[in-house]
């Protein structure tokens, strides 16, 4: 090899190495994939028992870049699916005084407050959650968290388990209060498909 040789292939083997890794470091586009996508919602009646109902498909888009530890989230939630299992008490958290579907069709959940563990998982999310028109701070903190390679599509899957609580007469629904309780405990399953970009 002549002289110098050696520095130059150890230079350029610096700079395509960097090229690697600055690429494996480029953010990464996901889509909500609407069959592995829910929220449920749990909240106390007469501290006897539990009401339990579920809103979804859920649909958006995530943003994630772990060497950065940034991040970015939008869920579109429509408030009309909402469902208990029982039609009656689904039409009666539809009424304005409740959940408003026919002036507030969607609740939303944006955020870009991420956090990450050493290994790159996202272990919290915190941004604003929007409902009945009325936006509040909501954390929402990672019960589990992975990345698979998904053998339907072939492409890579992020998603996990995430649980919040929240005050729902902050949102201005104080029906049947106090005998139905006013915390709400939010658990939103999701799974994103990665989105290659385009050339």
Same mark, same amino acid.
């Given at each position: 090899?002549?002289?110098? @040789? ?43 028992? &539990?009401?339990?109902?579920?809103? @979804? ?7 994630? =870049? ?23 008490? =689904?039409? %009666?958290? *539809? ?21 990450? =563990? ?20 909501? &954390?929402? &903190?990672? %019960? ?15 998603? @996990? ?23 709400? *405990? ?12 385009? %050339?």
């Amino acid at each position: 090899m002549p002289k110098g @040789g050696h520095r130059l292939a150890a230079a350029a083997c610096t700079i395509a190495c960097g090229v690697c890794i600055g690429a494996a470091a480029q953010p990464r586009h996901y889509t909500l994939d609407p069959s592995h996508s829910f929220a449920t919602f749990e909240v106390l009646h007469f501290e006897a028992s &539990t009401i339990r109902g579920r809103f @979804g498909p859920l649909s958006g888009e995530v943003m994630l =870049d772990p060497g950065a530890r940034r991040g970015r989230v939008q869920v579109l939630i429509d408030t009309a699916a909402v469902s208990t299992g029982l039609p009656v008490f =689904d039409a %009666r958290l *539809r009424e304005p005084d409740m959940l408003s579907t026919a002036t507030h069709p969607q609740a939303s959940f944006v955020a870009e407050g991420f956090s990450f =563990d050493a290994q790159g998982a996202v272990t919290a999310v915190r941004g604003e959650f929007f409902l009945r028109g009325h936006g509040e701070a909501l &954390t929402l &903190t990672a %019960r589990r968290f992975r990345c698979y390679t998904s053998p339907l599509f072939r492409r890579e899957v992020c998603g @996990g388990d995430f649980e919040a609580t929240f005050p729902r007469s902050a949102f201005g629904i104080t029906h049947s209060l106090p005998f139905v309780g006013d915390m709400v *405990r939010l658990t939103v399953q999701v799974e994103a498909i990665h989105q290659p970009a385009e %050339r």
